[in-house]
């Protein structure tokens, strides 16, 4: 009998831990409010942004320095505090986690090779793809870092991390999760200025990260933030090259 109920015993507590395996995923993503709140600031603050430039244009750099950054922390601020509310860690929130972080840069590499690819060819047939480039020098270390760090990582946060997440929680299915985030996100480049081409290569590209962020073996956004900013550093490069 001691050795049936042991057993027993044994049995029960592995069907609680593969029980909390089953919830834990769950448990760590966004809410559908948190979801649709959270894309409703992104979309504002990125129809908003734009009109600010022109206004401190004649300003001091330190003002126009804070509204050039102004967007990306607002996005990191709204990003925080939604985790926070929903009971998430941030690196739950992100999607960022420093494990295995030389596959994790490989495949940041790797995603470079295909995104670079997808964008520059449409330059082969006369397509503007490059953007403005900065021929200053100090200007352009600042747009570098601005590049690499708040618009390659940030933006990964967000739409790869939160965002993906949250329409992965939402919808329970991979792929539409990746559809939906990738469509939203190629969106979100238009009040900004892309074009309907751009738009459609934009969402292409985020298709290829959130795939990678939800099928290659421990990718998070270390690996599609790497990924990000080296391919729009990578352009800011060659249009400052051109100019």
Same mark, same amino acid.
């Given at each position: 009998m001691p050795r049936r109920r042991a057993t027993e015993h044994n049995a029960t507590l592995d069907e609680v831990a593969q029980l909390s395996e089953t919830q834990a995923p769950e448990q760590a993503r966004p809410s559908l409010r948190s979801l649709v709140v959270v894309v409703l600031i992104l979309f504002a603050v990125v129809t908003v942004w734009p009109f600010a430039g022109p206004l401190v244009k004649d300003m001091g750099w330190p003002v126009r320095l804070a509204v050039?950054?102004?967007?990306?922390?607002?996005? &990191?601020?709204?990003?925080? &505090?939604?985790?926070?509310?929903?009971?998430?860690? &941030?690196?739950?929130?992100?999607?960022?986690?420093?494990?295995?972080?030389?596959?994790?840069?490989?495949?940041?590499l790797a995603l470079l090779a295909i995104t670079l690819s997808l964008t520059l060819l449409p330059a082969l047939f006369g397509v503007g793809v490059l953007g403005d480039g900065e021929t200053r020098p100090l200007a352009f270390l600042y747009v570098a870092f601005r590049t690499f760090v708040m618009v390659g990582f940030v933006e990964e946060f967000a739409w790869r991390g939160f965002v993906l997440n949250g329409a992965r929680a939402a919808l329970r299915s991979k792929t539409w999760s990746i559809v939906v985030s990738s469509v939203l996100f190629g969106l979100w480049h238009y009040p900004g200025g892309q074009d309907v081409l751009q738009v459609l290569v934009t969402a292409l590209i985020g298709a290829l990260y959130a795939t990678a962020r939800l099928t290659v073996r421990g990718c998070t956004t270390l690996a599609t933030g790497t990924a990000h900013g080296l391919h729009d550093l990578a352009l800011l490069t060659l249009a400052s090259l051109s100019i």
């Open positions: 050039s950054l102004s967007p990306y922390l607002v996005i &990191v601020a709204v990003l925080v &505090v939604a985790a926070r509310l929903g009971h998430l860690s &941030v690196g739950k929130a992100f999607g960022w986690s420093t494990e295995h972080l030389g596959r994790q840069l490989l495949t940041g």
